[in-house]
């Protein structure tokens, strides 16, 4: 801060990429201004909620021009000084504009200036004479007798909120508050969300082998200090177990836990083994929360009330007051990125945050991102490896089924079929795998060839036959079947291919004895579904498991001793470069559910490319050698992570504006781009129309990041001049990790 700073530097959620300048308010000491506090200022025709960055002896705008801060929201930063760094240097490596990184990183109710201290709600209980109360006592108030149901089911009372939800709920809890029966009380919202819990018999985990003890140990002499580890494990090798020992290390200390897992499907997995593990609240953050239960969980992270906090990549912005480590679960995952507005990628993040905080991260997988393995080969991260699993399992059987020397009846293959049958009949699991949704990726006319495609995107509509729909799982566009084909009338609309609800179908007339399990985005959209379906698994059941990618993130399947691929595919051709990382992982990932108990695992694999060396590679359980061998491949076309991409894409509902508005950057960044600097397009991308929009971009490569980032920086600032920019959204990705 400046020593007698008149000028307050304010971000403000706004696409502009810079902050704006401020008087202080005039009853407020301009050196009362500290970063990270929250102001409201006035803003165009309103007022917003803004974040002081900084102070200025002067600004370039004209005194009389500017405008004052109305008030200062808090006494002391909202955000933590690390949390504060991270999220302006982030602003600037992903050429966001800061007030929307800033402000984006709190939650919903203190973006909108409401008080960071907590708040309570009403909630109801019984009262001694409601717990005294016979059961079955008001079965002429139904409502009544449902109410205190609910309530002696939950002793330590329900919000209000979630009581009255059902329509007549109020009048019969204002019948039993006459009667005596009920009483309501107020509850701080951290105490009462569901992420805060202590559990009362704890599990002890089972004995280290050699590979996780030296892991563990070189992870706990780390704390204290800045250390990046990969680790490396094979699926069931007990990396879990290493994260929870690492977790003990800093709870001895004091310290708090930062545990990022990749998706919201796996987060109540991991939730229960942290807390059948650990005698401590736990603050757990994803999109899933109401607004209070998020703020509840950030307040008990911030305050150091939650000494582990478990989150989606949006929780690598939380505060922490005794910062111990950071975990990184999956950390190949693709969803740790995010793929629209402020694009950055929380495991790289998550490094840069440790590094600030001089703490260790760990970076977990058994599929490592090929970035991760480079750095480990420059000595950046440090390497720990667990080659074998955990226990007595035993890495699966892996076998390749050519689909061109035998026909796969409904994706089904003669050799898979007896494998299923098998295994069933052994009272042992079934994971059959494939990757595609619906009844079948479109419907085709047979007599004139006319093929359903989405009206609005370059993509066929996949055709969803329990729902009798044609749906565009790009723009979520969607239609009935048509009765006859809507070019030559003719009624023979054929399935083309296969999806998860055909395969199900399929499965349950070949095989009536076993009991089908489809999980998939189709069957989880709703609340709790996901977790009612693995529940059912767990239970050991003889049970074919069908899904997709959601099947292969994490998951431990005791039960399953057979793995199918049904169509492997689908990722050896992509025109992505990184379709051949893509389809490793996924493999490796999914092949690891088999076998992961005291039974042998065994692993199909159908494909009509037997010979193919990437598949070849993965047989011999050899993910490290096959990753190797992809960066090669990397080094020599100069791709990620020896060169370094930045995709710049634009859209518009005009067929041309995009291509123009690019173009026109490009004429002016060319000649003035930094030596190594390429420049290439524009061009399509693989899908040039989604969603109504007609699509291009802009990719620019280079060696080193510094040149990369002096161009970007120049390109947002012409962006925001072209004479086009008012006609086409626009974005930019630094490190892409598709081109879509």
């Not at 999220?87 to 909108?112: K, M, Q, S, T």
């Not at 510094?706 to 072209?722: D, E, F, G, Y």
């Amino acid at each position: 801060m400046t020593t007698g700073a008149r000028i307050w530097q304010v971000a403000v959620h706004s696409p502009l990429h810079q902050e704006f300048d401020y008087l202080p308010p005039t009853d407020v000491a301009p050196d009362l201004a500290v970063e990270g506090l929250r102001v409201r200022v006035p803003f165009g025709r309103g007022t917003r909620v803004g974040i002081i960055t900084g102070t200025a002896a002067a600004s370039r705008i004209d005194a009389k021009r500017l405008k004052r801060v109305l008030a200062l929201i808090d006494t002391q930063p909202i955000l933590s000084p690390d949390v504060f760094r991270l999220l302006l240097w982030a602003a600037d490596y992903y050429h966001y504009p800061p007030g929307e990184v800033l402000i984006g990183a709190l939650p919903a109710p203190l973006r909108r200036g409401d008080s960071v201290t907590a708040r309570t709600r009403q909630h109801w209980r019984l009262t001694t004479a409601g717990h005294a109360c016979v059961p079955g006592s008001l079965r002429r108030a139904p409502r009544q007798e449902l109410l205190m149901q609910r309530l002696t089911a939950a002793p330590q009372g329900i919000s209000a909120q979630e009581l009255l939800a059902d329509s007549g709920a109020r009048a019969a809890l204002r019948a039993l508050h006459a009667k005596g029966r009920v009483e309501s009380f107020e509850l701080a919202e951290e105490d009462a969300a569901p992420s805060a819990s202590i559990t009362a018999t704890l599990e002890t985990g089972p004995a280290l082998n050699d590979s996780q003890r030296a892991a563990t140990t070189a992870i706990e002499a780390a704390l204290g200090r800045f250390q990046p580890f990969l680790l490396d494990g094979v699926t069931g090798s007990g990396k879990t177990e290493v994260y929870f020992h690492a977790i003990e290390g800093a709870l001895r200390t004091g310290r708090q836990t930062l545990l990022l897992v990749p998706e919201i499907g796996l987060t109540p997995q991991m939730v229960e083994r942290v807390r059948r593990r650990f005698s401590v609240p736990l603050a757990v953050l994803h999109s899933g929360l109401s607004d209070g239960e998020r703020l509840a969980a950030w307040r008990a992270a911030a305050e150091g009330r939650a000494p582990i906090v478990i989150g989606t990549r949006s929780a690598v912005f939380v505060p922490l007051e005794r910062p111990g480590i950071i975990i990184v679960d999956e950390e190949h995952d693709a969803s740790y990125k995010q793929q629209d507005g402020f694009r950055y990628h929380a495991r790289d993040l998550a490094v840069v945050r440790a590094q600030y905080l001089k703490i260790p991260v760990v970076l977990g997988s058994a599929t490592p991102a090929l970035e991760s393995l480079h750095n480990c080969r420059q000595d950046r991260y440090q390497h720990l490896i667990l080659a074998m699993r955990a226990g007595t399992a035993t890495p699966p059987e892996i076998r390749l089924v050519s689909l061109r020397e035998q026909a796969a009846e409904h994706g089904i293959s003669p050799v898979l079929a007896r494998a299923i049958e098998r295994h069933l009949a052994s009272d042992h699991q079934v994971l059959l795998f494939l990757n595609r949704r619906g009844y079948a990726p479109t419907l085709l006319c047979h007599d004139c060839g006319w093929v359903a495609d989405c009206s609005r995107c370059d993509a066929h509509m996949i055709y969803h036959r329990a729902r009798h729909l044609l749906r565009c799982h790009h723009c979520n566009a969607e239609r009935p079947v048509p009765a006859g084909c809507p070019t030559c009338g003719s009624p023979d609309l054929r399935p083309l291919g296969q999806g998860t609800e055909q395969a199900e179908e399929v499965l349950a007339e070949r095989f009536p004895a076993a009991e089908i399990v489809r999980i998939d985005r189709d069957r989880t959209r709703r609340k709790g579904s996901l977790d009612a379906l693995f529940q059912r698994v767990q239970e050991g059941r003889r049970q074919i498991l069908l899904g997709t990618q959601m099947l292969t993130k994490g998951h431990h399947l005791p039960h399953v001793t057979l793995v199918g691929i049904l169509a492997a595919d689908q990722g050896l051709f992509g025109a992505d470069f990184r379709a051949g990382e893509r389809m490793g992982q996924l493999i490796v990932q999914v092949a690891g559910r088999a076998g992961r108990a005291d039974k042998p695992g065994e692993v199909l694999i159908q494909t009509h490319h037997p010979d193919h060396p990437q598949l070849i590679a993965l047989l011999q359980h050899d993910y490290r050698g096959f990753a190797h061998g992809l960066l090669d491949e990397r080094r020599q076309a100069g791709f990620p992570p020896y060169g370094c991409l930045a995709l710049l894409r634009a859209e518009s509902v005009h067929p041309r504006a995009a291509v123009d508005f690019l173009a026109a950057l490009r004429t002016e960044l060319v000649e003035s781009a930094p030596a190594g600097v390429e420049i290439l397009g524009p061009a399509p991308p693989p899908m040039e129309r989604r969603a109504g929009r007609h699509r291009a971009q802009l990719l620019f490569s280079s060696e080193r990041r510094a040149p990369l980032h002096r161009t970007l920086a120049a390109a947002v600032q012409r962006l925001q001049k072209l004479p086009q920019t008012g006609k086409v959204r626009w974005s930019l990705d630094v490190d892409p990790i598709d081109e879509y």
